[in-house]
Structure formats: structure tokens, C-alpha cells
């Protein structure tokens, strides 16, 4: 199974609301990161946060990361109808040759 | 920068015929790799490689061929398609090594018929 899990899977909500989307993974991690894919497009890197970090803001966007809950929060304030997208979690589990895992998205909708 | 780009953007195969998928970066990246992405499986990783002259298996690489003669270059070789490799083929890169921040191409989606 996927070690990073997101949750929810969809969530629609209003332009200005703030939307929060949760990752969970199963073993111990180096670092988690987070994508945004837009419809037919590739992914783009939005933060990355590590083992160590607790919480980690770019722009609208707050990352929080819980190691003991094993878990990680997405934030998005304020949101706009350019924030639809699917978003993704990735870990890695920090040891010789660990891959990079990504979870299968929460795909967001932002009503205007 | 055009950071990475990948041709076609879409195409269409009949079942046995073979092509290749171009994946290109100017980034300087000495990691590259392949993923597929399918709906309720995510991206699964195909082949990967962390130099120039280096490629290695990642989770799902059967039916599948890359070589990396170039830092820039790293394209995907469909054998022999199958319906079951129907999906949208990504291309990323990072510096170093699989845990650095992707940078991910456009994609490419197949349909075999």
C-alpha cells in the first residue's frame, strides 16, 4: 500500500474559504513533500518539510508535520479558483536507497 | 529555462507496435526518471537513472527500456504495447537523487488499443 495517504480524497469548496487536505504514512520518514497537479498537467513542487520541522509556510500555503501522529497537513488560505488542482504528499524514508512515495491525491475544487 | 520537456503530448498505439517516449532537461540534473500515472494507483515508478551511462528498475518496469547516454536526455521504450500500458507517462528530474524536489514534465498520455 501507499505509504503516504491523503485525505480527503476530493473537497469542494468557496473561493476565500481555507482549505486543509491531511497525509498519513505508516513508517518513519527523512522528509515529506507536497505536489500540486493541475488538470493535464505535471506535477510542481510545492514544499518540502523535514523530519525535524514542525511547521513550514510558503505564501497562502502552511505545512504542518506531526511525526508522532505520523501525519501532515496542507493549509491553503484564502483560496482562489487557480488553487483547483489534485494535491499529493510524497515521503521518503531517509535510508540507503529509499524511494520516493506518493500518495494518490486529494483533488480539490475552488468555486468562484 | 525550459525545465523538462517530454513529446508527444499525447499519442495513440495499436497493440504490439513500439515508439518511444523523449524526456529531455536542461536543469543539469543528474537524476532522472519515469513514472506512470494511473487513476486510484498514483505514480508508480518505472525506470530510473542517477547518471549519465546508469539506469536502474524502479517499481513497475516490465515492457519498458530506457538508456541515459546524455545528462540531458532519458526517453522510454515501449517494446511491444499492451492495453494494460494505457496511462500518462511523466518524466522528472531532481540534482542529485530520488528524494530531492521532482521537477516533472508535462506528461504524455497514452492510449493502446
Known amino acids: 500500500s501507499q505509504q503516504g495517504e491523503e485525505d480527503p480524497q476530493a473537497l469542494s469548496i468557496q473561493e476565500g474559504e481555507n482549505a486543509t487536505m491531511n497525509c498519513s504514512y505508516k513508517t518513519s520518514i527523512n522528509n515529506l513533500q507536497w505536489y500540486r497537479q493541475n488538470s493535464g498537467r505535471g506535477l510542481v513542487h510545492l514544499i518540502l518539510i523535514r523530519s525535524n520541522e514542525r511547521e513550514k509556510h510558503s505564501g497562502r500555503l502552511r505545512v504542518t508535520l506531526d511525526t508522532s501522529k505520523k501525519s501532515s497537513s496542507l493549509l491553503i488560505t484564502a483560496s482562489r479558483a487557480a488553487d483547483t488542482a489534485s494535491y499529493f504528499c510524497?515521503?521518503?524514508?531517509?535510508?540507503?536507497?529509499?524511494?520516493?512515495?506518493f500518495g494518490e491525491g486529494t483533488q480539490l475544487t475552488v468555486n468562484p | 529555462n525550459a525545465g523538462v520537456t517530454q513529446t508527444p503530448k499525447f499519442q495513440v498505439l495499436k497493440t504490439g507496435q513500439s515508439m518511444t517516449l523523449q524526456c529531455a532537461q536542461d536543469?543539469?540534473?543528474?537524476?532522472m526518471s519515469w513514472y506512470r500515472q494511473d487513476p486510484g494507483m498514483g505514480l508508480r515508478l518505472i525506470h530510473y537513472s542517477v547518471g549519465a551511462g546508469i539506469t536502474d528498475q524502479g517499481e513497475v518496469p516490465n515492457g519498458y527500456n530506457v538508456s541515459r547516454s546524455t545528462t540531458e536526455d532519458f526517453p522510454l521504450r515501449l517494446l511491444s504495447a499492451a492495453p494494460s500500458q494505457t496511462s500518462v507517462y511523466f518524466c522528472?528530474?531532481?540534482?542529485?537523487?530520488?528524494?530531492?524536489?521532482?521537477?516533472f514534465g508535462p506528461g504524455t498520455r497514452l492510449t493502446v488499443l
Open positions: 510524497a515521503t521518503d524514508k531517509g535510508t540507503s536507497g529509499s524511494r520516493l512515495t
Open positions: 522528472a528530474s531532481s540534482y542529485y537523487k530520488e528524494t530531492d524536489t521532482q521537477y
Open positions: 536543469m543539469n540534473h543528474e537524476y
